[in-house]
């Protein structure tokens, strides 16, 4: 009898990734398919909602294929998702309009009127967990169709993206608790839709979800869906998670003292937590091994500003030409330095109104300076979204890096100069895909537990050790790079705004 293969989706902002991931952990298949969100107006992002759908039958059919299994051979299907793109359904089940994508800024206007209106940041972080109002939520967004597109507002139903593609699947609708939380709409501490935020995004419970466990089985396969994916009817859909939470999953940071970071688009840093961190510098929620928590900071912009200097510099070269050149750079970049905000930054410094900035340049400086100051402020980005934990005096024993970045032994090394800290990179970079299948293997009794899954499942790869030698020398980096912060957005060292 074959063993047992398991399906992943996972839904991300650019691309789709399916996996087919075996009993042991190891990915037998994988197929990304990109897609583009549309802006129509420049504080909107969409996409048409029946994409996802294409991608993930797409996908599906892809690594079924490729790894010579038939229908049967998957026990089960997992999810991990970008966490606030939401889309409304009719009665029949059928998306009223586009699928509103998590970077659109539409509410913005929403978001500071109900701010104004009485709803305190300390409440709301009591709440959802958050430490401001982000107008990305769904619970904003929601609130701007009430006034500006009723008829979408008067949907039958609201479903966050991965909801979504498990409705196509199995035609019910049903969320975990940390999809459900990053809605905006959900209580984190009584576990339930707040009755508060339903009030002022203008909806009834009956319009959301039901709210379950990550890895429960939520409904099983239905056969047009099951035809569309050349998988077999009635194969158990289980609910997933969050994508950073998926890819804490991966990495097998399940219990305190572990770290995972991403470092990509942007920066997120997930350590998990025995009780929920009471700091407002970061992003708390209920972790999927159900007895811990998370607590989360990001950077809106990280590596993807090394992928804009090389578009401007070197179109269509390999980032590893440009990483090779900055390995020929002494650390400090001859007193070149960068700060990668872009895009406004997040907590644990949150200035939406922040940009980039290149100080300290001279004729002596080349792309190659450039390019490794532009990794020295990633890693200086990593070690700032740290510092409320290591404020906290919580343990950090091992950091594992995740996403692109995690490819470079030299930006590693920098990370873990930075850090004073061991730099792992999982065997496996994937970590959501397999996060998500491990999920779906707990959700059928193939592991007791979430923990058990992701401890059996982690592989390390290559750990990167610091250099005593150099730490002096990133101890000035970064004081450096906050110093220039401080400057330029008048920030205090460790994210308060100066008065």
Not at 364 to 387: K, S
């Amino acid at each position: 009898m074959p063993e047992p293969l398991f399906l992943s989706f996972d839904l991300g902002t650019t691309a789709l990734k399916t996996a087919l991931v075996d009993v042991h952990g190891r990915i037998r298949g994988l197929h990304t398919r990109e897609y583009t969100y549309h802006t129509p107006q420049p504080d909107r992002a969409e996409m048409p909602a029946e994409e996802y759908l294409a991608a993930a039958a797409e996908g599906a059919r892809a690594v079924i294929h490729d790894a010579g299994c038939g229908p049967g051979d998957v026990s089960a299907i997992g999810l991990s998702s970008q966490g606030e793109t939401f889309v409304a359904l009719d009665g029949a089940g059928r998306p009223l309009g586009p699928a509103i994508v998590w970077v659109d800024q539409r509410a913005l206007g929403i978001a500071a009127e109900w701010e104004a209106n009485g709803l305190d940041r300390r409440a709301y972080r009591r709440i959802a967990g958050y430490a401001w109002l982000p107008c990305e939520l769904s619970a904003f967004k929601i609130g701007w169709l009430r006034r500006h597109a009723p008829e979408m507002h008067r949907a039958a139903r609201f479903l966050c993206l991965p909801d979504w593609v498990a409705f196509w699947l199995t035609g019910e609708a049903a969320t975990d608790y940390t999809i459900a939380l990053m809605s905006g709409l959900f209580d984190l501490g009584a576990q339930h839709w707040s009755p508060e935020m339903l009030r002022r995004a203008g909806v009834g419970p009956e319009q959301l979800p039901r709210v379950l466990p990550p890895g429960t089985i939520m409904g099983t396969l239905r056969p047009a869906a099951a035809a569309e994916l050349h998988l077999k009817a009635g194969t158990p859909v289980c609910t997933g998670c969050n994508d950073q939470l998926a890819g804490a999953i991966g990495a097998g940071n399940t219990a305190p003292g572990v770290v995972t970071e991403t470092t990509g688009t942007a920066l997120a840093v997930v350590a998990t937590t025995q009780e929920i961190l009471d700091d407002d510098r970061v992003c708390v929620g209920r972790h999927p091994v159900p007895e811990l928590f998370y607590a989360l900071s990001y950077a809106n912009t990280s590596a993807i500003v090394l992928r804009w200097f090389r578009d401007l510099v070197a179109p269509g070269e390999p980032y590893e030409t440009l990483t090779v050149e900055a390995g020929q750079v002494a650390p400090g970049c001859d007193g070149l330095t960068v700060l990668p905000h872009f895009c406004g930054t997040a907590p644990p410094t949150l200035d939406p109104a922040a940009r980039g900035a290149i100080a300290g340049p001279s004729l002596g400086h080349g792309r190659a300076h450039i390019a490794r100051a532009i990794m020295e402020a990633c890693a200086c980005e990593l070690r700032e979204c740290l510092e409320p934990l290591l404020d906290r005096g919580i343990m950090v024993r091992s950091v594992r890096s995740l996403g692109g970045a995690a490819r470079s032994d030299l930006w590693l090394q920098m990370k873990a100069d930075l850090l004073g800290a061991p730099v792992e990179r999982p065997e496996c970079t994937d970590a959501a895909s397999v996060g998500a299948a491990a999920l779906a293997a707990t959700g059928v009794g193939h592991f007791a537990s979430v923990h058990e899954a992701a401890q059996a499942w982690y592989r390390p790869g290559r750990q990167i050790r610091p250099d005593p030698e150099r730490s002096a020398t990133y101890e000035e980096i970064y004081d450096r790079y906050l110093d220039l912060a401080r400057r330029v957005y008048g920030r205090e060292r460790g994210g308060e705004r100066a008065t």
